[in-house]
């Protein structure tokens, strides 16, 4: 079997395992819930998704009742998908067949009552990262706050009554025309919120991304919406433990870390990363990659001393969601357009907080002290000696 | 089936999965590696093993052939046991029984050619904070450098050849009789090394540890040893990113993470913490947890409504070795006392940073700024509204 025949670990799991109790504890182990947590999405939109060829799944998440806050019951989302034509197509009919697509995707979390959407890193365009060819690629990026896509979006956002998170690749006009890989936040009044800008680029494998743009200068910001405090973490920043934890300390209850990552590189360390980050920050993650490979006009090489080649991935998809108690949805497939949705309440990220303590034990003195230390030049680490 | 007949989740995927390429495709995703890269240990290590009833397992993680630099091949073990004697025993004979059982142990380990061995949290004695009694169990603490712990390891160490990392309840006899969650490093030429104090302090369910100890003082040390530079991060330490990466940016190439933690508390966390900061940090780490259920004299509650009660357990066991691509053993089982071994080479500590640049992209500078803000008394988060 090469691994690409795996539609999905649940898949296989369910397949074998056929003592229900046996697979209860496997996916307590797993998961951190033996019961099913599955929840019927409204029949329009599992009807648009069967219509359209991609997959949707729907999981709900509870806190316990208080007595001094109402729940505060959402719902989000995440779209995974491939790409629509080929890259050798002009750049703007490339895009516009993209949001065709996507379109739908929006348009059938609107009917699952989803109320934030968070799209795949540089969702516009192929992740042409990997040719570190600036031409045509370069032409994709646009700008944030009134670029094409933007407005676009904003129109839909308003429609849906829904927040959008748009991770696109940013041409900062003002400044010099830099480039930035940048996420946008709309409000479901269709205001452009404002923008995030990845903080930690890679610099492994295809991921030539060093070659395109720079680390983000825009902080941590936290976006208060009317359905929760969301931050976005793009792709690489996942690997980064304090990248997280500084979305934890300006207040997010809901953290997107919308990606574009394969294979052979990087598929067993997915499950780990956005789960270990919402349990150590006592929030909501939403891992989301995109699925299929994308072939470019010229050859490229990887770094890894194969032969020149023009197919970039399998991009495994595989996109989750982490509640702060570490319990998670299975994950969408790992080869097809998929929509992911759970419904949670916002409260479980304080409860979670109050019952494990973490944020209050995080002694981020400690490590302001430690870390101002760290980055003098003349740092000696407390290395101790026989 | 009540989920203690489980040994552990490797033994059900064996169990079920009947097509060898579906369970290595299964073992891939979720280990990292699809190929079995169990070693074959001593036969005289794996009799004294089956002889006093003990699970007794060996791996080996490879690095690529440097050119400037040899292979740096060290092996490394963490041992989980149960305690011995009732706790309402003398404490003298509670603490011998547990020495005689755990040396036969590092008797395998040093017959298994382990190089450093780690023993698991507040190993002398029976995990009784759950408790909040200060008496007898206090009487357990001893001093880092002198007490008979320690005295007796170093023998033991120097006899084996071994470095030995013991953690056990300090008694801080200059300041105050104060006592401490602490972990001793011990040279393999019997030579008190350091020790390193427990830096947060867990306030939740059974786990009352804020009742007896302050978080610890130490810093993040890193002790040099013949066998690679290591670090220890003490139980719920593990739940904090920030203090992984401090071991890392002192130059940890192993960080061990004793622990005693509980099935209902944190199982599925568990595969998760440990193995994150190998991959962020670039190190090996290795995730000790002790098994068994410990009954006290007296009732005590568990903060959560529940009725008072006298035993607590189980502890999960499943201890555990990640290497720094992220790659992992299995894990020992959920019940039984075990020695787990893994045969490593160093050198892949840096040619993982060189690969990933993890460290490189960590821009510590930005969020020792960012932390240096967030501990100021009248910080303003980074929030965004509409």
Chains 1, 2 share one sequence.
């Not at 995974?80 to 895009?95: A, M």
């Not at 359905?227 to 793009?234: A, C, E, H, K, S």
């Not at 419904?343 to 430690?370: H, S």
């Amino acid at each position: 079997m090469s691994s690409f025949d795996l539609k999905s670990l649940e898949e296989i799991l369910e397949k074998y395992i056929s003592n229900d109790e046996h697979l209860k504890e496997v996916k307590r182990l797993l998961y951190g819930r033996s019961e099913d947590n599955k929840i019927e999405l409204s029949e329009e939109a599992t009807k648009l998704a069967s219509k359209h060829g991609f997959e949707i799944q729907g999981y709900r998440f509870t806190a316990k009742a208080e007595c001094t806050r109402l729940p505060r019951i959402v719902r989000i989302g995440a779209i995974q998908n491939s790409i629509v034509l080929p890259t050798s197509s002009p750049v703007d009919t490339q895009r516009e067949a993209i949001w065709q697509k996507v379109q739908v995707m929006i348009k059938a979390a609107a009917l699952a009552n989803v109320n934030v959407i968070c799209l795949q890193e540089a969702w516009t365009m192929p992740f042409a990262f990997c040719t570190r060819e600036k031409f045509p690629w370069c032409e994709f990026a646009e700008e944030a706050a009134n670029g094409p896509t933007t407005k676009m979006l904003q129109e839909w956002a308003k429609a849906f009554n829904m927040v959008i998170i748009s991770p696109i690749l940013e041409r900062d006009t003002n400044h010099s025309d830099t480039i930035w890989n940048t996420a946008v936040i709309i409000s479901n009044r269709g205001r452009y919120l404002g923008k995030h800008r990845k903080n930690h680029i890679p610099r492994v494998g295809d991921f030539n991304e060093s070659t395109y743009y720079m680390e983000g200068n825009t902080g941590h910001p936290v976006f208060e919406t009317d359905f929760g405090r969301i931050g976005v973490n793009i792709c690489y920043g996942r690997h980064h433990p304090q990248n997280w934890m500084m979305f934890g300390v300006n207040g997010a209850e809901i953290v997107f870390n919308p990606s574009a990552t394969v294979g052979s590189l990087s598929e067993p360390l997915w499950p780990i990363e956005a789960r270990n980050a919402a349990i150590a920050n006592s929030y909501f993650t939403v891992a989301i990659n995109r699925v299929g490979s994308e072939e470019f006009p010229n050859k490229f090489t990887s770094g890894d001393g194969n032969d020149p080649h023009t197919i970039f991935g399998p991009f495994y998809g595989s996109s989750y969601i982490t509640a702060p108690d570490g319990s998670r949805t299975p994950s969408l497939s790992r080869d097809q357009d998929g929509l992911v949705i759970a419904e949670i309440d916002l409260n479980l990220c304080r409860q979670v907080k109050d019952f494990w303590g973490f944020p209050m034990t995080q002694r981020l003195d400690l490590y302001a002290n430690a870390l101002q230390h760290a980055t003098k030049l003349d740092f000696k680490p407390q290395l101790i000696k026989e």
